[in-house]
Every structure is written in structure tokens, then in C-alpha cells.
């Protein structure tokens, strides 16, 4: 339930009526954004220059051109929230800046060895970047890339940008974090030490000049790739990929890089046998007609960076090796407040809408939006730290599409730039095919183009240690009403993850809305129905409820989102479907299965087990229900279009064998998956009325998979809140919220830590934690 309410969204309308269409000069429209290109000092997300609160549209050539007064956070500052340097005291005996009257005492040349900065040569003019992609780990060697945007016209190509990484095989990283944890263990979660990049640092310094250097130290140069050029009316923009390949060694190392030998930064790559600690998120951005200042607490100057800078703290005293986002990295409502598309918007009805032609004017401003809002996004504030300094995993938010002209560029222009910014990939550079050695990405997993999509889906199945891998499902390329996921796209996955190896004991899916989550049937009827008061009230726009309503098809708002979900009428085959080949793959793998989500905008954890039959009940099944079948069909099985995992029957109580009654313990049932749910890092929670309501209903044990032994519930995780009083409601919790996920060793189980908001907006968590077993039963 991600709708912010009825008040945001008639904030949203009233901010939508300030944006006016004004043409500058060139005769063309003044867009909503218009990015420029960053000071070199600022690469890395470091203190830009606030956006004012009545910003003002500049064209490339620096003219100036009126627009009106936007409401206070209506669009997201550039400036990181916190300001670091002023909270950050260093350690005794560290490096510190020499005080103003001990400069004047010494040399030209001293002053400028403590004063220098590392600047590129030849010279770049970054958009955004850089960016940090993680892929995966293949025979024992890290693969992943950095992406940079740059400016052409300030920008110096000859020779091509060059990254230079160096790491060291024989120091632990620890060791450079002692000094770092010595003040991290006093301060408040968003007092952070300055990045390694910021030019003012005492650390900042050049790459080549490091002074840290073992015997056994590697450094790499690779050049950069041009993989696609952006054309505006503000000149022309080049996208330049960096591969980085890291041969894993016996200890945890940090790497260093820079391009063009300008400001250093850093990432963290895990020992060989060791599995990585990652976080990971989603929702990161505010819904229309939310005021992010109403999140911003002391420190802080914009409502984007608490979280963020709380998951940079606990990066800090031990740092993550991936960044997993699970849907919603960015928002884009606002591209309906682009001049040249509200001749559409403002049509008068859903089917005139439909049937809107797409204009050459309107494809230019719908890529000019992606571009400046990506770039403006990406680049700004503890966001901007987090994806240079932590490799990006990312998945798109599912969402239903639509075949009209408009409606179908946007949605096609989404997704590639989904693909460039997040996964550093274009299709027509890197091509389709998905075969070892074909493909840049090691990882990916490519299905077919959907109905709305002209791109065929692109999942990732990636390494995330030895024991632990992830599988970040497309839920989106293929989607229809009726489907989620094509056949053609399940067996290509179903096939790759039949070959992971087999010491692996834990798969992690990432799919961007829940899959076990409290039902909302009753609702989904009723918003559908025609005799609904509030829809027929909502189309007429009386009693103040014109937001209500979708403007683009005249259905509830809410509806939207409802039929996103797994559960919806339109989803329910297939996701039941799903979980069955899901079951038969855990058992006969020896895999624990578990589940990532987020799009809800609060956190929770569901649960899939074995059915406890009552006494003198049914007998627990061998697994081989008779109504697996192809998704939406009733068919037998053996008709899933595609080889099904073979289940082998066994004696043991707990691997499928039937004659016993009882709880299953977890270790041992292969049907035992939890559905951890995080979000939002930065989006606001439901209304308290909606999260009661979700809380009651997730108090409720669902039958729908009592069919195939397979039970459905919620866990009481939030029996305290943050501030250790006793809730009401334990399934639930309505506040902002990231996850720090790791595998203990010491028992096998893969540890999954929400970190939720101890305040709005403090920049400090609480953790509540919940394992995933390790698998224990005989397959």
C-alpha cells in the first residue's frame, strides 16, 4: 500500500498548477529540470550549492529564464543533507588541517602539499558519476564496472577517460577503518568522518602519489567505452563505461580508484571464501504532494539523506560490498509536469488520452526528463556517497503499462534508462544475447520483449559468496494485467539457477512486490465496482476528491496499486504457480529460499511453511501437487511449458514424507521462506488508517496454498518500537527503513536486519532482525 493518501495528492495537484510552459529564446519549452554539469569539487556527493527554494530554469549557454515559484520541497535538492565536516571530529593522533596561522608560517611549497587537490587531467566535466555496478564473482574473480556522464563541451577526450584502480592483497581493509570506528562508536549516526573525495579532507590526495603502497600492491588502467551519447538542446552528453575485474584474495580489500587521476574514492571487495555483507533498499524518493522538509530533522537540510546517511554510518564501521535496490531508485511522477506533454495530461477524458498522438516535441522532452532527472538524482546528496563508494545491484519497480502512444514511449524510455543509469547497459551496444562470453554483464539472465516494452527482460542471477546468491527477477519488460512474468522468461531463469553450485545453501529473490503479504481482496472488489460512490465522486471531481481517481483512466488510485500485487486476482495463478516451482527447486537443490520486497512503503516479514495438519487431519503431501500446471491454466502437471524441478521422495519427517503431525522444524522444512519487506528509505509511510487495517488483516492465516501443504502467515516482529514501548500492532511497522543483510557462520543462517528510523528524520535506525535457516533436509 504505497499511496501517500488523499491530502498528497491534492498537495500534488495544487504544485502541479504552478508549473507553466514558457519557451525560451530557441523557441523551445523551459523544462521542469535542466541539469548542469558539476563542479569538479562536488564529485561524489559533496556539499553542492542548495537549490533555492524558488529554483530558476537555466539554459546551457547560462540564460537565465523566469519561471515560477515552486511550493518548498517540490523537487529534490542538490546539497547532501548533513553537514559532515562540521560534525565530524577526528580521532587523536590524526591527520587535521593546519590552522590558518600556521599556513602563513610556512613555504609556498608546503602550503600547497597540505592544500592540494587531486584534479583530472586531461579534464572532464561530469554530469553525474561516477556510479558503481556490481555483477558478479566467476572463478574467483570480482566483476563489475563504473559509469560516468560527461559533458562534451567541457570535457577534453584525446586520449579517452581512463580509470585507474589499485588494491593491496596483503592488507586487510580493517585496517584502514581503526581510526574511522574509534569516532564512529561516539558520534551520532549522521556525524560520518569526511569521504576519502572530499577535496577538503585531510586524506584527499592523488592515486599516484599514495604513499600506502605494499610490496605486493596491484594497480589496473582501463579506458573508457562510450556507450551511448544523450543529444539535448544543452549540447550533448557521453555515457562512459568502465569494466573492473579484481582477482578476490585471503582477505577483505579495499580499492581504490580514480579516473584521469582526479579524486580518489573507494569500494570494498570480500575475501575469496567470505560472504558479503550487503544493504539494500527501495522507495527512494518522495511521492507527489510530499514535503520532504516534514522529514528533515536537526543536521540535516533536505528530508532525502536520514536514512541514507545512517546505512553510510553503519558502512563505515563495517562496509557493505553491495548495494541492492529493489525498485523505486528513482521517481519520475513529476515528468507529467513537463511543458510539452500537458497538452495530453489535460485532455479532457481517459480515451482521448488514449489515443494522443506522440509528437517529435514530446519525445525529446520525455528523454530529456530521464536524462536531467537521473542526473540531478544520482549526483545529489548521501545518495550520491552511497552509489560511488558501494556497487549497485538494481531492479525496477513492477507496474502495470498501457498500449497508448504516450503511455508507451514513457514506460519504453523508463526502462533503457533503467538500464543505462542502473545497470550500465545499452542494448544496442551489448546486444541481447545472454550466452558465457556474449554479454558485458556475467549475471544476466535475458527473456523476451513484453506487450508495452520494446526490450526483452533482463534479470540477474549474481554471487553474493560462497553460500549466499541473489536473483533480482524483471518483473517488469513482460508484465501484463494477467501476468507477470512470461513462460519463456521462467525457464530461462529456472534453467540458470538449476546450475548453481552446489554448495551453495541460500537464494535470495529480490522481486519488487511482496509475494507474502496480508490480502486486500475485499478492496480490490470494491474500488472495481461501478457502483463505488467514491469513484463516481472522484470522476466528477466533487467534494474534493478529484484525486481519488487515476486522471489517466478514470479507475481508483488505489486500484493501481493494488493490481500490482502478487495477490491480485490477475496475479494469483502465477504467483501460487510460482511458489510451487520454487518449493520443488528448494527441496531437490538443497536451498533455502527466501524473498526480498519493497514497494509498500512500510516493512514487514511473511512466511511460507508446511502446513501443520490438525489432528486426524490430512497427511502432509510428497510435494508433487496435481495442480502445478502452466500459469493461469488448471492443467495437470507435466503442462508447465518447461522442466520442472523432479522432486525425490524420502523417509525423514520434514523433507516431504508423509505419515507425520506436527510443526516442521524451519532448518528442516524446504517450504520454510520468508518474504522480508523494506521500504522506504526515503518515501513517507501510509496513512496510520491504512496500516491498522493491513496490520488486522496480517493477523490472519491464509489458506490459499492449504491446496499444496503450504501455509501462509505473517510475523510479529515489532512487538517494541523504536523507542522500546509495547505496540498494538507487531506485523507492521509504518516508518521509513532500510535492510542490512548477512551470513552468520556460526550457525548458517542468512541474517536479514531491518534498520527502521528510530525518529523521522534523526539519521539513526533500530534493528530488528530475522534468520533465514540453513537448509537441513534431505533432498
Known amino acids: 500500500m504505497d499511496n501517500p493518501g488523499w491530502r498528497a495528492a491534492y498537495r500534488a495537484q495544487k504544485e502541479d498548477s504552478l508549473y507553466s510552459r514558457i519557451r525560451g529564446p530557441d523557441g523551445r519549452f523551459q523544462p521542469v529540470e535542466q541539469i548542469m554539469p558539476m563542479e569538479e569539487r562536488f564529485i561524489g556527493g559533496f556539499n553542492p550549492p542548495s537549490r533555492p527554494t524558488s529554483p530558476t530554469v537555466q539554459q546551457y549557454d547560462q540564460i537565465q529564464m523566469p519561471t515560477p515559484s515552486f511550493p518548498?520541497?517540490?523537487?529534490?535538492?542538490?546539497?547532501?543533507?548533513?553537514?559532515?565536516?562540521?560534525?565530524?571530529?577526528?580521532?587523536?593522533?590524526?591527520?587535521?588541517?593546519?590552522?590558518?596561522?600556521?599556513?602563513?608560517?610556512?613555504?609556498?611549497?608546503?602550503?600547497?602539499?597540505?592544500?592540494?587537490?587531486?584534479?583530472?587531467?586531461?579534464?572532464?566535466?561530469?554530469?553525474?558519476?561516477?556510479?558503481?555496478?556490481?555483477?558478479?564473482?566467476?572463478?574467483?574473480?570480482?566483476?563489475?564496472?563504473?559509469?560516468?556522464?560527461?559533458?562534451?563541451?567541457?570535457?577534453?577526450?584525446?586520449?579517452?577517460?581512463?580509470?585507474?584502480?589499485?588494491?593491496?592483497?596483503?592488507?586487510?581493509?580493517?585496517?584502514?577503518?581503526?581510526?574511522?570506528?574509534?569516532?564512529?562508536?561516539?558520534?551520532?549516526?549522521?556525524?560520518?568522518?569526511?569521504?576519502?573525495?572530499?577535496?577538503?579532507?585531510?586524506?584527499?590526495?592523488?592515486?599516484?602519489?599514495?604513499?600506502?603502497?605494499?610490496?605486493?600492491?596491484?594497480?589496473?588502467?582501463?579506458?573508457?567505452?562510450?556507450?551511448?551519447?544523450?543529444?539535448?538542446?544543452?549540447?550533448?552528453?557521453?555515457?562512459?563505461?568502465f569494466m573492473i575485474q579484481i582477482p578476490l584474495g585471503p582477505f577483505e580489500m579495499k580499492i581504490r580508484y580514480s579516473i584521469?587521476?582526479?579524486?580518489?574514492?573507494?569500494?570494498?571487495?570480500?575475501?575469496?571464501?567470505?560472504?558479503?555483507?550487503?544493504?539494500?533498499?527501495?522507495?527512494?524518493?518522495?511521492?507527489?504532494?510530499?514535503?520532504?522538509?516534514?522529514?528533515?530533522?536537526?543536521?540535516?537540510?533536505?528530508?532525502?539523506?536520514?536514512?541514507?546517511?545512517?546505512?553510510?554510518?553503519?558502512?563505515?564501521?563495517?562496509?557493505?560490498?553491495?548495494?541492492?535496490?529493489?525498485?523505486?531508485?528513482?521517481?519520475?511522477?513529476?515528468?507529467t509536469r513537463e511543458p510539452e506533454l500537458q497538452d495530453w495530461v489535460n485532455q479532457t477524458t481517459p480515451s482521448k488520452r488514449k489515443k494522443y498522438p506522440l509528437s517529435e516535441e514530446c519525445r525529446l522532452a520525455i528523454d530529456r526528463f530521464f536524462f536531467n532527472h537521473y542526473c540531478q538524482h544520482f549526483r545529489s546528496g548521501a545518495f550520491a556517497r552511497a552509489n560511488c563508494s558501494i556497487p549497485m545491484v538494481n531492479m525496477l519497480d513492477p507496474e502495470d503499462l498501457q498500449l497508448a502512444p504516450v503511455f508507451r514511449r514513457i514506460g519504453a524510455r523508463g526502462y533503457f534508462f533503467f538500464l543505462i543509469f542502473q545497470c550500465f547497459i545499452n542494448p544496442e551496444v551489448d546486444g541481447t544475447n545472454d550466452d558465457p562470453g556474449c554479454h558485458s554483464n556475467k549475471s544476466l539472465i535475458i527473456g523476451v520483449?513484453?506487450?508495452?516494452?520494446?526490450?526483452?527482460?533482463?534479470?540477474?542471477?549474481?554471487?553474493?559468496?560462497?553460500?549466499?546468491?541473489?536473483?533480482?527477477?524483471?518483473?517488469?519488460?513482460?508484465?501484463r494485467k494477467d501476468q507477470v512474468c512470461s513462460q519463456k522468461e521462467y525457464e530461462k531463469v529456472f534453467a540458470r539457477l538449476r546450475h548453481i553450485p552446489q554448495h551453495v545453501e541460500h537464494l535470495v529473490i529480490q522481486l519488487g512486490i511482496p509475494i507474502a503479504y496480508p490480502r486486500m481482496n475485499f478492496m480490490e472488489t470494491m474500488l472495481e465496482s461501478r457502483f463505488n460512490p467514491l469513484v463516481a465522486l472522484g470522476k466528477s471531481g466533487s467534494l474534493g476528491l478529484k484525486g481519488f481517481v487515476n486522471k489517466f483512466n478514470s479507475d481508483a488510485e488505489l486500484l493501481d496499486d493494488l493490481n500490482d500485487h502478487w495477490t491480485a486476482r490477475g496475479h494469483k495463478k502465477e504467483r501460487n504457480w510460482l511458489i510451487e516451482q520454487l518449493q520443488r527447486f528448494a527441496k531437490h537443490q538443497q536451498i533455502r529460499v527466501s524473498f526480498l520486497s519493497g514497494d509498500v512503503h512500510c516493512c514487514a516479514v511473511g512466511l511460507l511453511k508446511t502446513l501443520t495438519p490438525k489432528s486426524g487431519g490430512s497427511k502432509i503431501s510428497n510435494g508433487s501437487s496435481s495442480k502445478i500446471g502452466r500459469v493461469g491454466s488448471s492443467s495437470s502437471e507435466g503442462g508447465s511449458g518447461f522442466s520442472a524441478v523432479e522432486v525425490n521422495g524420502g523417509s525423514r519427517f520434514g523433507n516431504g514424507a508423509t505419515g507425520a503431525i506436527g510443526e516442521v522444524p524451519p532448518a528442516e522444512d524446504w517450504r520454510y521462506m520468508l518474504n522480508v519487506v523494506s521500504s522506504a528509505i526515503v518515501n513517507t509511510p501510509p496513512p496510520g488508517g491504512v496500516l491498522t487495517m493491513v496490520n488486522t488483516l496480517a493477523s490472519r492465516t491464509h489458506k490459499t496454498?492449504?491446496?499444496?501443504?503450504?501455509?501462509?502467515?505473517?510475523?510479529?516482529?515489532?512487538?517494541?518500537?523504536?523507542?522500546?514501548?509495547?505496540?498494538?500492532?507487531?506485523?507492521?511497522?509504518?516508518?521509513?527503513?532500510?535492510?542490512?543483510?548477512?551470513?552468520?557462520?556460526?550457525?548458517?543462517?542468512?541474517?536479514?536486519?531491518?534498520?527502521?528510523?528510530?525518529?523521522?528524520?534523526?539519521?539513526?535506525?533500530?534493528?530488528?532482525a530475522v534468520s533465514a535457516p540453513p537448509p537441513r533436509w534431505i533432498p
Open 260 to 335: 584521469n587521476k582526479g579524486q580518489e574514492l573507494d569500494f570494498h571487495v570480500p575475501a575469496y571464501n567470505q560472504n558479503m555483507r550487503w544493504a539494500t533498499h527501495s522507495c527512494n524518493g518522495f511521492s507527489a504532494g510530499i514535503n520532504p522538509d516534514t522529514f528533515c530533522g536537526p543536521g540535516f537540510q533536505s528530508g532525502y539523506d536520514p536514512c541514507w546517511v545512517d546505512l553510510l554510518s553503519k558502512h563505515a564501521e563495517q562496509p557493505f560490498h553491495a548495494l541492492v535496490g529493489g525498485g523505486d531508485q528513482i521517481y519520475c511522477d513529476i515528468i
Open 449 to 479: 520483449p513484453g506487450p508495452y516494452i520494446p526490450f526483452p527482460s533482463h534479470s540477474f542471477l549474481t554471487y553474493m559468496g560462497p553460500t549466499v546468491w541473489l536473483l533480482m527477477l524483471d518483473c517488469r519488460a513482460e508484465r
Open 705 to 768: 496454498m492449504h491446496y499444496c501443504d503450504t501455509d501462509e502467515t505473517m510475523i510479529p516482529l515489532f512487538s517494541k518500537d523504536t523507542n522500546g514501548a509495547t505496540l498494538k500492532n507487531k506485523y507492521i511497522m509504518g516508518r521509513r527503513n532500510w535492510c542490512s543483510v548477512w551470513w552468520e557462520d556460526t550457525t548458517g543462517e542468512l541474517v536479514f536486519d531491518i534498520r527502521v528510523e528510530k525518529e523521522k528524520g534523526c539519521g539513526e535506525s533500530v534493528g530488528y
Open 72 to 241: 518548498s520541497g517540490s523537487t529534490r535538492p542538490e546539497s547532501p543533507s548533513p553537514s559532515w565536516s562540521a560534525h565530524f571530529q577526528p580521532p587523536e593522533g590524526s591527520a587535521r588541517f593546519p590552522e590558518p596561522s600556521q599556513l602563513t608560517h610556512m613555504t609556498a611549497v608546503e602550503r600547497s602539499q597540505q592544500l592540494r587537490v587531486a584534479r583530472m587531467d586531461p579534464h572532464l566535466q561530469f554530469m553525474v558519476g561516477p556510479l558503481l555496478r556490481y555483477d558478479t564473482v566467476e572463478n574467483g574473480v570480482w566483476n563489475g564496472a563504473a559509469m560516468i556522464v560527461t559533458s562534451d563541451a567541457g570535457s577534453t577526450y584525446e586520449p579517452h577517460p581512463i580509470l585507474t584502480y589499485e588494491w593491496d592483497p596483503d592488507r586487510p581493509s580493517f585496517l584502514d577503518r581503526e581510526s574511522q570506528q574509534q569516532v564512529l562508536h561516539k558520534a551520532r549516526s549522521f556525524e560520518l568522518p569526511p569521504h576519502p573525495a572530499d577535496p577538503h579532507s585531510p586524506s584527499a590526495r592523488v592515486l599516484n602519489g599514495s604513499s600506502s603502497h605494499g610490496p605486493n600492491t596491484q594497480r589496473q588502467q582501463v579506458p573508457g567505452h562510450e556507450i551511448w551519447v544523450y543529444a539535448g538542446n544543452g549540447g550533448t552528453f557521453t555515457f562512459w563505461r
